[in-house]
């Protein structure tokens, strides 16, 4: 098929849908202009980059860095560029204006929050691995999050010569210990009221449509994670005769021979599919 083809076959498929799932991956935030390296990445750290040698925003999140002062220098930067700033590109917007009148949920690996900056709604929004919007306690001494923008806005504002001062390191308020990031990289990661409340309304939403005529949007979803959403979507569509599933990724768009027959598979940028559907 021709890439024209391929968006007019996954607007019938959207508007004959009576439910969407969307589920998102990296490749979504990076179609929106959200880079982790490159002229973006000079842009903001070129100083980290000089200084400590690495050469994206990701390996910069795992930099073993010797204190405190110096990991929030980087991580209250990096969370203001890439959470509390706004995507270059209108990926998110497009996307809500093609699902707005539908019954939809999201499901996404990323956490960014650029869904609820779009104008998603809150509710219909699981951010299944954290937010870069909150800290917890880095034990974790319970399973409550805090909103962090203040702290990082501070932090970003005073940081001199890649270090915040010492007083800006953020401890929790009940042990003491210092705070990190709610995101899932080990086993301390916080599953807090919200993460659960979320859960429970995605996994009601699955069951409610099961036998529906629902599409699975899959976006810029990778290999790093499969198990949260594309494998879940194929074993969906493959259950139910009246779904379909749709994928777009550049150079990793793909799907399974059991349901290839009620596939879309479109290997191109998002934000050049999500034009289309939008002109």
Same mark, same amino acid.
């Given at each position: 098929?021709?890439?024209?083809?391929?968006?007019?076959?996954?607007?019938?498929?959207?508007?004959?849908?009576?439910?969407?799932?969307?589920?998102?991956?990296?490749?979504?935030?990076?179609?929106?202009?959200?880079?982790?390296?490159?002229?973006?990445?000079?842009?903001?750290?070129?100083?980290?980059?000089?200084?400590?040698?690495?050469?994206?925003?990701?390996?910069?999140?795992?930099?073993?860095?010797?204190?405190?002062?110096?990991?929030?220098?980087?991580?209250?930067?990096?969370?203001?560029?890439?959470?509390?700033?706004?995507?270059?590109?209108?990926?998110?917007?497009?996307?809500?204006?093609?699902?707005?009148?539908?019954?939809?949920?999201?499901?996404?690996?990323?956490?960014?929050?650029?869904?609820?900056?779009?104008?998603?709604?809150?509710?219909?929004?699981?951010?299944?691995?954290?937010?870069?919007?909150?800290?917890?306690?880095?034990?974790?001494?319970?399973?409550?999050?805090?909103?962090?923008?203040?702290?990082? $806005? +501070?932090?970003? *504002?005073?940081? =001199?010569?890649? #270090?915040?001062?010492?007083? @800006?390191?953020?401890?929790?308020? &009940?042990?003491?210990?210092?705070?990190?990031?709610?995101?899932?990289?080990?086993?301390?990661?916080?599953?807090?009221?919200?993460?659960?409340?979320?859960? $429970? +309304?995605?996994? *009601?939403?699955? =069951?409610?449509? #099961?036998?529906?005529?629902? @599409?699975?949007?899959?976006?810029? &979803?990778?290999?790093?994670?499969?198990?949260?959403?594309?494998?879940?979507?194929?074993?969906?569509?493959?259950?139910?005769?009246?779904?379909?599933?749709?994928?777009?990724?550049?150079?990793?768009?793909?799907?399974?021979?059991?349901?290839?027959?009620?596939?879309?598979?479109?290997?191109?940028?998002?934000?050049?599919?999500?034009?289309?559907?939008?002109?």
């Amino acid at each position: 098929m021709t890439f024209m083809q391929d968006c007019l076959k996954l607007k019938t498929a959207l508007d004959h849908a009576e439910a969407v799932v969307i589920g998102a991956g990296a490749g979504l935030s990076t179609s929106a202009g959200f880079t982790y390296s490159g002229e973006r990445f000079k842009e903001y750290f070129s100083d980290f980059e000089e200084r400590y040698g690495f050469h994206d925003m990701y390996s910069g999140g795992f930099y073993p860095y010797e204190t405190l002062e110096e990991f929030w220098a980087f991580w209250s930067r990096n969370i203001l560029v890439n959470r509390f700033a706004d995507p270059p590109k209108s990926v998110y917007h497009d996307l809500l204006e093609l699902v707005k009148n539908k019954d939809y949920f999201v499901i996404t690996t990323n956490v960014d929050h650029c869904f609820q900056k779009a104008g998603f709604d809150k509710k219909r929004l699981f951010y299944t691995q954290g937010d870069y919007g909150l800290l917890q306690c880095s034990v974790p001494c319970r399973n409550k999050t805090y909103d962090n923008e203040e702290p990082i $806005r +501070r932090m970003t *504002a005073e940081q =001199k010569n890649m #270090k915040i001062p010492s007083e @800006l390191i953020p401890r929790c308020p &009940v042990c003491g210990k210092p705070m990190t990031m709610n995101l899932r990289c080990d086993d301390a990661f916080v599953q807090d009221e919200g993460w659960d409340l979320a859960c $429970r +309304r995605y996994e *009601a939403f699955i =069951k409610s449509h #099961k036998n529906s005529r629902i @599409l699975y949007l899959e976006l810029g &979803v990778g290999a790093n994670t499969p198990v949260i959403i594309k494998y879940p979507f194929w074993r969906f569509t493959n259950e139910n005769l009246s779904a379909a599933y749709a994928c777009i990724n550049l150079g990793e768009a793909i799907c399974p021979p059991q349901i290839k027959n009620r596939s879309i598979i479109i290997n191109e940028d998002i934000s050049k599919v999500l034009k289309e559907l939008t002109a």
